[in-house]
């Protein structure tokens, strides 16, 4: 069936430096796209959501891409922070999957002092 | 503001047996939505609830039911336990349309013996 999946399961960044997680998505019908933050023992948190119409938004310190044609999107955290240590979830919402988020596997972000 | 809170937090059952997980959403939030997250992987929808009704179901067998109160809580039933079931238990709360924000609770994390 079609899923949101992610290239890398760990990626470890230098403190100081700009992390990049990058999420391959099959569902073409999916209109609305979410990436989540979970620390170890708690709930996922809410970072930036983008919607289908839009190829860029930026948060503080986060910035989505999304890349429609190559169904694609990333996710830059600048100047990585030892907080940022946690695993990063997309999700995608997709108009004939009615309510509910499909997720991937998740990317487990490491930070190096 | 109380975010999302799930009850109780750890939960240790035997195999056959039954177990009720509740969750009060967000203040203002209207629906609430049940995922399983098996450890390393990303959250898998169960159901959401609006209205006091089931408006969407993941696939997931008859064993997990759920149930909405007026006040927009919700539980989350499993009958006859199975070792696999054994997973961290996460609600998410948001308000009635495709495209909102979900906050999420802590999680319960259940463990089938």
């Known amino acids: 069936g079609e899923s949101v999946g992610l290239h890398l399961p760990t990626l470890s960044v230098q403190e100081g430096d700009n992390s990049i997680i990058n999420c391959a998505y099959s569902?073409?019908?999916?209109?609305?796209f979410i990436w989540y933050k979970q620390e170890s023992g708690k709930g996922p948190q809410f970072i930036i959501d983008?919607?289908?119409n839009m190829d860029k938004r930026q948060g503080q310190r986060v910035t989505v891409l999304l890349n429609k044609t190559v169904k694609h999107l990333s996710l830059q955290i600048a100047a990585t922070q030892p907080g940022d240590s946690a695993v990063y979830f997309c999700a995608e919402r997709g108009v004939d999957s009615n309510y509910q988020l499909i997720w991937g596997a998740g990317t487990k972000l490491i930070i190096k002092p | 503001d109380a975010g999302v809170t799930q009850s109780p937090t750890h939960l240790i059952k035997t195999r056959g047996q039954q177990v009720t997980l509740r969750c009060s959403p967000k203040?203002?939030?209207?629906?609430v939505s049940w995922y399983q997250q098996a450890l390393g992987q990303g959250p898998q929808f169960i159901f959401q609830y609006y209205e006091e009704e089931e408006r969407q179901r993941g696939n997931f067998p008859d064993r997990f039911s759920g149930h909405q109160f007026p006040n927009y809580s919700s539980e989350l039933n499993v009958n006859a336990l199975l070792l696999g079931d054994s997973a961290l238990y996460l609600c998410?709360?948001?308000?009635?349309?495709?495209?909102?924000?979900?906050?999420f609770g802590q999680g319960t994390r259940l463990t089938v013996v």
């Open positions: 983008i919607r289908s």
């Open positions: 998410a709360s948001s308000l009635v349309g495709m495209n909102t924000e979900a906050f």
């Open positions: 203040s203002g939030h209207d629906t």
């Open positions: 569902n073409s019908a999916s209109d609305y």
